[in-house]
């Protein structure tokens, strides 16, 4: 039974920092790249950040570009994202993803298990 749980959510001002945690079991974890999405209010769930099996090949949206850092350890089978310079815009429930695949990828299709998601809300 494959399981994933976000943490490291919560309130933060705009210009702060947040860095979420993805702990992982039930899969051999290093075989699969992992992926970040989010959810904000009235939207539909949107790629984040990608990493590939072995944490050398990242993936980004252009919205998070510079601002955030997806990373991974295969030893603890975590996956993290540190989240920098935050604006009210990236106000939304924040996954993290399993894929089914070893490389890098932005389409939900390439996801088939899914985390129950952190909070992450910026205040102005």
């Known amino acids: 039974q494959v399981q994933l749980v976000e943490s490291g959510g919560g309130l933060v001002q705009a210009g702060g920092s947040l860095r979420l945690s993805c702990a992982t079991s039930g899969r051999t974890f290093s075989r699969y790249a992992m992926g970040w999405f989010r959810q904000g209010p009235e939207n539909e769930r949107e790629f984040v950040a990608s990493?590939?099996?072995?944490?050398?090949?990242?993936y980004y949206a252009d919205s998070v570009k510079g601002r955030f850092t997806i990373s991974r350890d295969n030893v603890k089978n975590m996956v993290y994202l540190q989240m920098n310079s935050l604006k009210p815009d990236d106000t939304a429930v924040y996954y993290c993803?399993?894929?089914?695949?070893?490389?890098?990828?932005?389409?939900?299709?390439?996801?088939?298990?899914w985390g129950q998601g952190t909070q992450v809300t910026v205040s102005s």
């Open positions: 990493i590939n099996s072995i944490g050398s090949n990242t």
């Open positions: 993803a399993t894929s089914k695949f070893a490389y890098v990828g932005s389409s939900r299709s390439n996801y088939d298990y």
